[in-house]
C-alpha cells in the first residue's frame, strides 16, 4: 500500500501532524531549560539562568525536538490495532511500539551521557559538531524505517526531509 491520508485514515493522519507539531514546540522549550538548567555553574554564587545559548545549541534543539516529536507522529500514525490481515497487523503494532521505544531509549542513552560529560571539559559544539545532529537524523529516519515496512513511502520520506529542517530553523529562532 502507499502511505497517505487515505490509507491511515484522514483523522488519525492530520491528528498525528497536528500532535507532532504540539510535542515538537515542546521539546523544544524543555530541551532549552534543560540547557540552561545544566550550566547553572559550579559555584552557588554563580546560579542563573542566563546562560547564552549560541545558535548551533539552538539549531540542533530545534532539529532534535522535530525528529523526537516525529516518534509520537508515527505512533499514532500506526495506531490501527485490528486489520483484516494479521500480518499487517502485527507489522503496525512493532511500529507503533518501536517508536517510542527508540524515542526514550535514545533519551536514556542522552541522559546517561550528559551525566558522563558534567565534570569533562568536552562540548558537543566544539568537539562533536558534525555528531550531535546524528542521532536525532537516527531516530527520524528509523522512524521512516518503521512506516515503511507497513507502506511505501519513499516519496513521501523525500518530501518530508526539507520540511523538517525547515521546520528545525524555525523553532531554532523561536
Not at 18 to 33: C, D, E, Q
Not at 36 to 61: A, H, K, P, Q, V
Not at 163 to 172: A, D, K, Q, R
Request: overall charge positive.
Amino acid at each position: 500500500m502507499d502511505f497517505g491520508a487515505r490509507e491511515i485514515g484522514r483523522f488519525q493522519f492530520y491528528s498525528g501532524i497536528l500532535v507532532g507539531l504540539g510535542y515538537a514546540f515542546t521539546l523544544n522549550y524543555l530541551l532549552r531549560l534543560t540547557l540552561r538548567t545544566c550550566n547553572l555553574g559550579m559555584d552557588i554564587n554563580n546560579w542563573s539562568l542566563n546562560y547564552e545559548i549560541s545558535s548551533y545549541y539552538y539549531l540542533l534543539i530545534g532539529f532534535s525536538s522535530v525528529c523526537f516529536a516525529f516518534c509520537f507522529t508515527t505512533n499514532l500514525w500506526m495506531g490501527k490495532l485490528f486489520l483484516k490481515n494479521s500480518k499487517r497487523t502485527l507489522k503496525h503494532r512493532k511500529a507503533r511500539v518501536n517508536s517510542i521505544w527508540i524515542l526514550f531509549g535514545t533519551l536514556m542513552f542522552l541522559l546517561r551521557l550528559f551525566w558522563f560529560l558534567l565534570s569533562v571539559d568536552i562540548t558537543i559544539e566544539n568537539d562533536f559538531p558534525i555528531l550531535g545532529f546524528m542521532i536525532p537524523l537516527f531516530v527520524y529516519l528509523y522512524c521512516w524505517n518503521l512506516i515503511s515496512g507497513v507502506f511505501k513511502s519513499t516519496k513521501a520520506l523525500l518530501i518530508s526531509l526539507p520540511v523538517i529542517m525547515l521546520f528545525s530553523v524555525i523553532l531554532s529562532f523561536l
